[in-house]
């Protein structure tokens, strides 16, 4: 019988499912913080640090540890051990990892709209509905980070899944049902399977084995024969290839190695939103660390460069340190507030535009912080397209203002 995986939205009955499935079929069920904990276990790595990239959160410095990298290819370890121990079902976002060539895998979505989950979430945790909404939003946010950085994709993209389920339509029964009959109809044989699961190991290895040869490096097995697919640009290719050969042909199992370049190598490092030639320098701040971070991750997505303070007094600091265009500025931080960041940058730096992005405003502060300067005031949960489109608005303020300066001098 295929292996299974299961995403699903929050709230989305998705337990009940799974439960009914695991007594169906006699599968075993591993969640994401079971997966956490094996590879945690193996690698001696620390559990929080890997649920946080399972998130979709970029380590601060990532550039320098390559520690995203060094965890995805240890899961990736992790779920080839167990597709090769037995067929099972993942509960999560790590069943992403399993590359889609690997075909004696079912791969199901469980989703139905937020206002019908905000409804369950408050029923069955009894909780309020802003609560609710604030889980459910946080919970879709690292999906979608999550599934955007593997396959540019949503996480609810229908052509990522062979089987999707609108739960608030498909009582559990029904939803078992729909799931064992498809389960019947992939055929595979025991032997490709395993030659399939082996593959999977083995690119697993060979990734984790390329980590400190270059960034952006992955790798597709075919019974021995890998071959490396080079995304980010490099200096004399020629020779980075050699090295990569090299490297790769130490790792048990290959037999040959080729490399080939990927569309991320010709994609060049600068703000294609922005369209300029020198991006602006960003800076998030707020309290949240969780929120701010993947902010940070999502802007990045659209190729920004950001950097991140958690608090008013670590903002101050840096803008002193560092040049700083545009700022985006939570109100309510303990210490140094939202309103004190605000007022300092407006008197010691007026040529720093600041948005204002907060989660408990009201008409009242939103007047007040216009009216100390602020380039415009935003409500969370953020829109990050509405976001993006303002920072730009906001950068281009600075651009005009930069041209008119040197007339006003004359």
Excluded at 6 to 24: C, E, H, K, P, R
């Amino acid at each position: 019988m295929p292996s299974i995986t299961i995403t699903n939205g929050t709230f989305s009955q998705a337990g009940a499912i799974v439960d009914a499935l695991s007594s169906a079929t006699g599968m075993k069920v591993f969640t994401d913080r079971e997966i956490i904990t094996l590879t945690a276990a193996r690698e001696r790595l620390k559990e929080a640090s890997l649920l946080k990239i399972l998130k979709g959160q970029t380590p601060t410095f990532n550039t320098f540890t390559k520690e995203r990298e060094k965890s995805l290819a240890a899961v990736k370890l992790t779920l080839a051990e167990l597709l090769d121990a037995g067929d099972i079902i993942l509960h999560g976002l790590s069943g992403h990892l399993i590359p889609a060539t690997l075909t004696p895998v079912l791969r199901a979505l469980l989703i139905t709209d937020r206002k019908r989950r905000i409804a369950s979430a408050c029923d069955t945790r009894n909780i309020s509905e802003s609560e609710a909404t604030s889980r459910i939003q946080a919970s879709d946010e690292a999906a979608q980070l999550w599934c955007s950085a593997l396959h540019g994709k949503s996480a609810w993209d229908p052509s990522l899944y062979d089987l999707v389920i609108p739960t608030d339509k498909t009582p559990v029964p029904e939803a078992l049902s729909l799931i064992t009959e498809s389960l019947s109809r992939i055929e595979v044989e025991p032997e490709e399977s395993d030659r399939l699961v082996a593959n999977f190991a083995l690119a697993s290895r060979v990734e984790q084995a390329l980590i400190d040869t270059g960034e952006g490096l992955t790798a597709e097995a075919q019974d021995g024969h890998v071959t490396v697919t080079i995304n980010k640009n490099v200096l004399m290719l020629g020779k980075f290839k050699q090295k990569v050969e090299a490297d790769a042909a130490r790792i048990s199992g290959v037999t040959s190695v080729s490399t080939r370049i990927g569309k991320g190598f010709y994609k060049a490092n600068v703000m294609y939103d922005f369209d300029l030639p020198t991006p602006p320098r960003v800076l998030l701040v707020d309290d949240e660390k969780e929120f701010v971070q993947t902010l940070s991750e999502r802007l990045r997505m659209r190729e920004m460069t950001t950097s991140v303070a958690y608090g008013g007094e670590e903002a101050l600091a840096m803008v002193g340190k560092e040049e700083t265009d545009v700022m985006v500025l939570d109100l309510k931080m303990p210490g140094v507030n939202g309103y004190d960041v605000l007022k300092n940058m407006k008197a010691q730096r007026p040529h720093v535009e600041v948005i204002i992005l907060t989660g408990h405003g009201s008409e009242e502060d939103r007047k007040r912080c216009l009216e100390m300067g602020a380039f415009a005031y935003l409500q969370k949960p953020a829109d990050i397209d509405r976001l993006t489109e303002t920072m730009k608005a906001a950068y281009e303020k600075i651009k005009s203002n930069r041209a008119e300066a040197p007339s006003a001098e004359a």
